[in-house]
């Protein structure tokens, strides 16, 4: 199962682009890439998924590298209810391979 | 389409009891995973199931089990409850096992033991 690495934490001005960086350095072929987010006190919130194309859907866009070893979410224009902590998963298979990191802590600041 | 729901929302135990935490996946969804959310970090994995099958175990005690229904819902129990077992459970269904289909969570089960 690949490891992820995120800036612990991450400021962004209400209204503008947040890029939301991740190295996954370790994914296999067949292991997608994974953000979920999480406000204090709810349950991760699927954001988007991808493999090895760019994707973009009414959320945000995610931005995967040539190479697949890391990928950008951006949330292109971020209000206050952004504010969350933000988690990349590298995965295939559910289960152990499924792993949560600490996350991004991203603060959207008016 | 209502999403996955779990209850109760809230407990609190006594150090020793068991408890049971109760799951219904989105309608159509055969996947149910379990996660234990301490504060303060990413949520860890617990139990996955898949059309009514253990399919993967993560690394707690045996103190911890599960079971998925005909009707896809999913039951946690733990037994012998301890301090540290207070935490957010969280439940999360899924269409399949492969890796192109998401997991979508519930909002928990925030259990508190004394």
């Known amino acids: 199962d690949a490891k992820t690495t995120q800036p612990t934490s991450m400021d962004c001005a209400e209204g503008r682009a947040a890029n939301l960086p991740c190295n996954h350095s370790t994914i296999s072929g067949n292991e997608y890439v994974y953000w979920y987010r999480q406000i204090h006190s709810q349950g991760p919130q699927y954001i988007i998924h991808?493999?090895?194309n760019n994707e973009t859907n009414e959320m945000a866009s995610l931005i995967i590298t040539e190479d697949r070893k890391s990928s950008t979410l951006i949330l292109p224009h971020a209000t206050l209810r952004d504010t969350a902590v933000y988690y990349c998963i590298a995965g295939g298979r559910y289960g152990q391979n499924f792993v949560f990191g600490p996350g991004t802590r991203l603060s959207v600041l008016p | 389409d209502a999403g996955v729901t779990q209850s109760p929302t809230h407990l609190i135990k006594t150090r020793g009891q068991h408890v049971t935490l109760r799951c219904s996946p989105i309608s159509g969804h055969k996947s149910v995973s379990w996660y234990q959310q301490v504060l303060g970090q990413g949520p860890q994995f617990i139990f996955q199931y898949y059309e009514k099958e253990e399919r993967g175990r993560g690394n707690f005690p045996d103190r911890f089990s599960a079971r998925q229904f005909p009707n896809y819902s999913s039951e946690l129990n733990v037994n012998a409850l301890l301090l540290g077992d207070s935490a957010l459970y969280l439940c999360a269904s899924s269409l399949g096992q492969t890796g192109n289909s998401p997991l979508h969570f519930g909002n928990g089960t925030r259990l508190t033991v004394t």
């Open positions: 991808g493999l090895k």
